[in-house]
Every structure is written in C-alpha cells, then in structure tokens.
C-alpha cells in the first residue's frame, strides 16, 4: 500500500474499533432499511443499453480537495437515476471524502429503485452491516487493501446478507483476489502509487479479465469518447465521478455524457 491508502486503512481500523461495541450489530439490523429488498446492480447495470454507468456521489477527494462541497446525495442521486444512471456509487467516508453513512440512507430514500454501491474502505463485517442498514445494495471491496483471505471472506459475508460485490483491482497481481463471491469487476485507473490517473490501465488490463464478471472501468473516464474506447474492449460499466460532481448540476453532465455515447 501506498502512504496515503496506509493513512486511510490506519483511519479505518480505529473506526471499526469505535462502531464494532456491544450492541451495535443489533442496532444496525433494528434499522428499517436493512430489512429492505435489494436492487440488482449487476443486472441494472448489464440492461443499460451498453452505457452501464455507476454515477458517483463525493464531495471531495485526497487529491483534489473539494469538488462539489454543498452538494445533497438525496437530490444529486435521485437527479441520476432520472437522468438514466444504471447505478450510484456513494462515498460514505468522512474524513478524506467528505462523506457520511447519512449521505447512503438520503440517495436510498430519495431514488428507492436504484442500485446503490457505498463506496467506502472496507476492512471489517461490521462495515457491510452497515452498508445494508443504510440502504446499500452492493459494496466495494479493493484488493490493494486486504489480503485474498479476507476479501474471499468479506465477500461470501456480503452475498450472505443479500448484498452484491464489486472487487477493485489495480494490476494484473491483484487478480488473484478473485473468488466465486465476486459480481462485478472493476479496475482503478488511479495509480495508488502516485495517484495519476490514465484510463489506459483499464485497456491494458481488459484482455485478461475473466469473461463471467461484469467488467467496471473506475476513474478517469473524462470524455464519452474514452467511455466508448474502453467499451471496444469489453468494459460493460464505468463509474464516473469528478467528471459529473464538478459540474453545477452533476445529472445534466450525466444526460449529455449518455447522449454523446449513444
């Protein structure tokens, strides 16, 4: 792991430390949206007519600072559903994201049939338990941060709780996290190295990726026109963030992204 995926794992070990007390598991399963019925994320994403995009939520980001700082995941997601996203991704961690748990229960209630990914740094059950409780459908696990044991693990714990798995990898290493828990696939155009970020990692990484998994090409995607080259080589979904959150109305940056690929 790089320094700064250090910084965050370190972060996130005394999160779980804080949440994972006497009570809490109750807590979250008491809530009334962990007894919801769960959107099929892959299957939304598969149908959307060969632009599967997972439009994402985030305020801000470790590199950038701050995109959209006021934004409202309620209003934001429900505008993307409307605007044809066949998924959101909603950042819930706070201190590098800007993020909350918060923002996951608003997109749910706000836009009740789409899938929802909480995109967050996922090391520990009582992460996906939290995930269901506030409403998500799928989560994302990134194999830089966990070793195959533990992803294998985490992700069996999430299909047994009705939850879907998107696997973040970074290089063709990384694939050896794969397992039978595993929907989707994605691949981070972020170097974690040195945060650069070049969509081509995607096209170098597309021959080798297993043919059952939805393929997911993550950050970078700019211009429709990298959107339709990566989906030449067999990417089935994108998601897209910087992209549409730095705009003034994130939705309307999605519509005319759709319009230009199709």
């Known amino acids: 792991m790089n320094s700064i995926l250090e910084e965050i794992?370190?972060?996130?070990?005394?999160?779980?430390?804080?949440?994972?007390?006497?009570g809490a598991l109750e807590h979250l399963r008491s809530k009334p949206e962990?007894?919801?019925?769960?959107?099929d994320m892959r299957s939304s994403l598969s149908s959307s007519k060969g632009?599967?995009?997972?439009?994402?939520?985030?305020?801000?980001?470790?590199?950038?600072g701050y995109i959209n700082k006021d934004a409202n995941s309620g209003e934001v997601v429900a505008s993307y559903f409307s605007e044809g996203a066949g998924a959101a991704s909603v950042l819930t961690d706070g201190p590098n994201f800007g993020g909350s748990l918060d923002d996951l229960s608003s997109a749910r209630k706000s836009a009740p049939r789409l899938p929802l990914l909480r995109k967050e740094f996922i090391l520990d059950f009582i992460q996906i338990e939290q995930a269901k409780a506030y409403g998500a459908d799928a989560i994302l696990l990134i194999a830089a941060m966990l070793d195959k044991s533990l992803c294998a693990e985490l992700s069996e714990y999430a299909h047994s709780i009705g939850l879907q798995v998107l696997l973040e990898i970074h290089s063709a290493e990384e694939m050896s996290h794969i397992n039978k828990h595993i929907d989707m696939l994605?691949?981070?155009?972020?170097?974690?190295?040195?945060?650069?970020?070049?969509?081509?990692?995607?096209?170098?990484?597309?021959?080798?990726?297993p043919d059952e998994f939805l393929k997911v090409s993550e950050s970078g995607i700019k211009t429709p026109q990298i959107a339709a080259e990566l989906a030449a080589a067999g990417y089935g979904a994108f998601l897209i963030g910087e992209a549409f959150m730095a705009q003034e109305e994130p939705a309307k940056a999605l519509k005319s992204f759709i319009s230009q690929i199709r």
Request: hydrophobic share 35%; proline share 3%.
């Open 186 to 209: 994605g691949v981070n155009n972020r170097n974690l190295n040195t945060f650069i970020t070049s969509y081509k990692t995607s096209l170098d990484m597309a021959k080798d990726l």
């Open 51 to 64: 632009v599967g995009i997972i439009a994402e939520f985030k305020r801000k980001s470790p590199s950038l």
């Open 34 to 39: 962990y007894s919801l019925s769960r959107l």
């Open 9 to 22: 794992v370190r972060q996130k070990r005394a999160e779980v430390l804080r949440i994972n007390e006497p």
